[in-house]
């Protein structure tokens, strides 16, 4: 069932003009004397609505209203009495005797009102009045001046050749007698002014596409609302969800055969609309108009005037004249149109036989001009047919200089071009590569993979065996499909893809996707050959491009690092970064990734942070691409180390978004970062909804890089919600994994001494004594790595028992969640000796530094231990809350909700939130209070 056009229930966008009104009105109670303010607008900007909203309020804070209206009950003649409603004046600019009555009616009606009553006067489309009558109303006003009264008088503004005096001019002996100003300008709506007006049309807030239809006509608001109006009348909208949307059938146009780089067509009733207005265009202006449209959006000036024929000189006033109307806007170098729908509009307005010879036409020019191929390959997309060999060619040339700037254009390029091949021919193929590229690029993973399938069971149908030419071409489509499946995370396909490519290419130069693909993979599946195929690239480097040897000593760093020898891998990818790359880019394995993610975990924040910006300088801005959310997923961990929870949330979100591109191969490090942060705070639930995503997407067996690291986590969780013992299991299955516990422990600073405390907490001294070896293994193999030093020293002075020990580990973290851990294990070792007083200092310490950190969870435990020593410590603020609902429970109700909601009895949430079973149950019942419910399961039942 589609909507019915809505009365409008409120005046839209005007909160500034109408704060001012009110302003005004508190002015003349104040000084009991008159002002005016000067409405000034064009024809359906809002001036009629503002007034009757201005009546409104004037009458709700007590005014009496003037509206000029003449009424049959007035003093004033019968042909005024009968004279039609003044908001429907004509609006031709010319005199009219209707704002004449207006004046007359309100002069009458000011004459029975008593001197000291509050009033408001609103006189409409004075512009339409004769000089005489404004003067007669500049009189009236003078004449009242120092009666309380408002005088809003409403006006267009004429132009200068118009053959009477302004409004304005005629109202000018005004000032200086009493207070004149302008009401601020009735300018377009925007954003969520104009969202409202239309859902206020609708009954439903707009979708993206109706709100850029009714951005495109956003001169006025009348014009929106006949607009909307409209397309209700013409059945073209429907409400979806809750949302108002136009209907798939509701848009028309050609389509000029491909959808590349084209604006969605638009319904009738909007393009009728824009084309009258477009019709009080010069000549000049409509021309070029339709060939800018040919042009695309954005064009160039210069091929405008090309096209055109018209000199840049003879382009200005044209261009003037758009951009003055809102049909352009100008950008540094180019011009663009204002919104697509406008563009279409004009598009559509060129004969689709003309605009073809045009779109030829201005392919010619383009590549006859530097850098002009991929501009010529946009025009000759829309045009080309089966056998034309030279559009062709430039087509996939333009799609391959199209992938760096703007992948999703080259896909479309590229897959265009392959409709215009038969299968099996060698062009078809290298046109598919391109577009899985491209795809791979923008992020679009799945259609990568699915169109590199589809083009290689194609040649494959065709004849077996393939010819030479065509065979190489299908093995470089598959070692692009071996990086598509790579990123997605597959690394068992991606492996097989690679090494199916590479059979193929043997004896011959290698591509270096498959070549990468295959070694990244070898390693990912645990493959023991891996190692001896990275040295051997780097020990024949004349037979390899730099890409390949960088990735070689990428993956060699690898090796390094899971053997423990931190110092050489982290050496061996900076040399990586290093290395010039010769102009060739690294698609999917930059070093400067993973050097990143070491630096991290060994605590050299400002290194991570310069590697990081690096990258990230590399990324277009604004673009959706997978390079575009990489920096995002670098920055999280890096974050969560400082200790800057918010913005390792927000980074890590943004690496993992559902609405846009995300590398799936790296997203386990981001899902890491969200479970991490949400335990840090206390957030037990959403901890373990995040480990349950990354254990369903993102399953890690012992060769993938963030197994050790989920383990890890899910021991964490463990302890947190059940005890030590608990956590000290999981631990022990990382054990049954040799050097395991290297990896565990290098995930962070903190994580030895952690593995120490739970094993101790869990009475397994043998489990402690394991980790201590790793520790200590990792110093003795990297003596000058600050963070290897300082965990070992954590972990053996915790194991030891040793004080001392502990104070120097605490000197020497510069992992602040290590450091505030060292103070706290400091305070429980002092405690054992019975020295209080110094162990009270360093809880201090420890909380303090938790505190800081954002570590609810950390400080509730510190400040559990200060309370069993007889120490207090406030950690509430107060704050205005509602008395019921949601919003109303404090921060630890709200804890005690969630816990208690995710099915952990009072003894469980007491224990995670280290306060009493007695106090869960107090704050309990005060949340079943506050919500308004009886039960547990009325809790849960709420929070779903």
Not at 88 to 104: F, K, M, N, Q, Y
Not at 426 to 443: F, H, I, P, Q, Y
Not at 837 to 849: D, H, P, Q, T, V
Request: aromatic letters at 4%.
């Amino acid at each position: 069932m589609g909507p019915t056009a809505q009365p409008l229930p409120h005046v839209r966008g005007r909160e500034a003009q109408l704060a001012q009104i009110g302003a005004r009105l508190r002015a003349v109670t104040d000084t009991r004397r008159s002002r005016v303010l000067l409405v000034e607008g064009a024809p359906g900007a809002g001036k009629t609505r503002l007034l009757a909203e201005a009546a409104a309020l004037a009458g709700a804070h007590g005014f009496s209203v003037v509206d000029g209206v003449p009424r049959a009950s007035d003093t004033v003649s019968r042909a005024a009495a009968h004279a039609p409603p003044l908001t429907r004046a004509v609006e031709d600019g010319l005199h009219t005797p209707r704002a004449s009555v207006a004046i007359e009616a309100a002069r009458a009606l000011l004459r029975n009102k008593a001197d000291p009553v509050r009033t408001v006067v609103t006189l409409d489309d004075l512009h339409l009045a004769d000089p005489s009558d404004l003067a007669v109303l500049s009189d009236l006003i003078a004449g009242l001046g120092g009666r309380p009264i408002l005088w809003l008088l409403a006006f267009t503004p004429v132009s200068r050749a118009a053959p009477h005096e302004s409004v304005p001019s005629c109202l000018g002996r005004l000032r200086g007698r009493l207070p004149v100003e302008h009401l601020r300008e009735l300018g377009p709506l925007s954003g969520d002014a104009l969202s409202l007006l239309v859902a206020d049309c609708v009954g439903a807030a707009p979708d993206a596409g109706l709100l850029a239809l009714a951005e495109s006509v956003n001169d006025r608001p009348r014009a929106v609302i006949e607009l909307v109006r409209g397309l209700v009348e013409d059945g073209d909208l429907c409400v979806v969800d809750g949302t108002s949307r136009l209907q798939p059938a509701a848009t028309g146009g050609a389509s000029g055969g491909t959808d590349v780089c084209l604006p969605a067509p638009v319904p009738k009733r909007f393009s009728a609309l824009l084309q009258k207005d477009l019709r009080s265009l010069s000549g000049i202006t409509t021309r070029a108009l339709r060939l800018a449209a040919v042009l695309g959006s954005p064009f160039a000036p210069e091929d405008l005037s090309a096209l055109l024929g018209e000199a840049p000189v003879g382009l200005l006033a044209a261009v003037d004249e758009a951009v003055d109307r809102g049909l352009l806007v100008c950008g540094e170098r180019d011009l663009a149109f204002r919104s697509e729908p406008v563009w279409r509009v004009l598009l559509d307005s060129v004969p689709p036989p003309v605009c073809a010879l045009l779109r030829r036409q201005a392919a010619e020019t383009l590549l006859s001009r530097p850098g002009g191929i991929e501009r010529a390959a946009l025009q000759l997309v829309h045009v080309a047919q089966p056998g034309d060999t030279q559009a062709l060619r430039v087509i996939a040339e333009g799609a391959q200089r199209l992938l760096a700037t703007d992948p999703s254009l080259a896909a479309a390029l590229a897959t265009r071009g392959m409709e215009l091949l038969s299968p099996g021919q060698s062009d078809r193929v290298r046109l598919a590569k391109t577009a899985v590229d491209a795809l791979t690029r923008a992020g679009s993973l799945d259609r990568a993979i699915a169109l590199a399938k589809d083009t290689i069971d194609e040649a494959a149908r065709l004849a077996l065996p393939l010819p030479a030419e065509l065979a190489a071409d299908v093995a470089s489509l598959r070692a692009s499909m071996s990086a598509a499946l790579l990123l997605l995370g597959n690394a068992p396909l991606a492996y097989q893809a690679a090494r199916d490519a590479l059979a193929v290419q043997r004896g011959g130069p290698q591509h270096r996707d498959a070549v990468l693909t295959h070694l990244a993979a070898s390693y990912l599946n645990g493959d023991s050959t891996a190692a001896q195929r990275a040295r051997s690239i780097l020990s024949a480097p004349d037979r390899h491009t730099w890409t390949v040897q960088i990735g070689a000593m990428t993956f060699q760093a690898f090796t390094q690092w899971r053997d423990g020898h931190v110092a050489d891998a982290v050496g061996i990818l900076r040399q990586a970064v290093a290395l010039d790359h010769g102009g060739e880019d690294v698609p999917f394995l930059d070093p400067r990734w993973f050097l990143a993610f070491t630096l991290t975990r060994i605590d050299e924040y400002e290194e991570a942070t310069a590697v990081v910006e690096s990258f990230a300088r590399t990324v277009v801005p604004g673009a959706r691409t997978l390079a575009a959310t990489l920096p995002a997923v670098l920055r999280a961990p890096l974050h969560l180390a400082q200790g800057r929870l918010a913005e390792a949330e927000a980074a890590a979100r943004a690496g993992v978004r559902l609405d846009g591109p995300c590398v799936p191969m790296l997203a386990p490090q981001a899902w890491l970062v969200l479970a991490h942060t949400a335990l840090r705070r206390g957030e037990l639930a959403q901890a373990q909804g995040h480990i349950a995503t990354l254990e369903k997407d993102f399953p890690q067996h012992p060769h993938s890089p963030w197994w050790a690291a989920c383990l890890l986590l899910n021991a964490q969780v463990a302890e947190a919600q059940a005890n030590s013992a608990v956590a000290a299991e999981v631990l022990t299955e990382i054990g049954t994994q040799p050097a395991a516990f290297r990896e565990l422990v290098l995930e962070d600073s903190a994580a030895a001494a952690w593995c120490v405390r739970c094993a101790l907490a869990a009475d397994q001294p043998e489990l402690a004594r394991t980790v201590v070896e790793a520790t200590e293994y990792l110093r003795a193999h990297n003596p000058r790595v600050p963070s290897v030093v300082a965990a070992a020293t954590h972990a053996r002075a915790l194991a030891e028992g040793d004080a001392e020990a502990l104070a120097r580990a605490a000197r020497l973290h510069r992992n602040p969640w290590a450091r505030a851990a060292a103070a706290e294990d400091h305070a429980g070792v002092l405690l054992g000796r019975g020295d209080h007083e110094s162990a009270i200092g360093e809880l201090n310490r420890a909380m303090s530094l938790y505190d800081g950190l954002g570590g609810e969870r950390d400080a509730a435990r510190v400040r559990a231990g200060l309370r069993r020593l007889g120490v207090r410590r406030r950690h509430w603020t107060q704050a205005k809350r509602p008395v019921s609902g949601w919003e109303s429970l404090t921060n630890t109700e709200r804890k005690v909700a969630e816990l208690v909601a995710g099915g952990l009895t009072n003894r469980q949430a007491a224990r995670h939130l280290f306060i009493s079973p007695h106090t869960v149950g107090f704050h309990l019942r005060q949340v079943y209070r506050k919500l308004g419910i009886r039960s547990r399961t009325a809790l849960v039942q709420f929070k779903q």
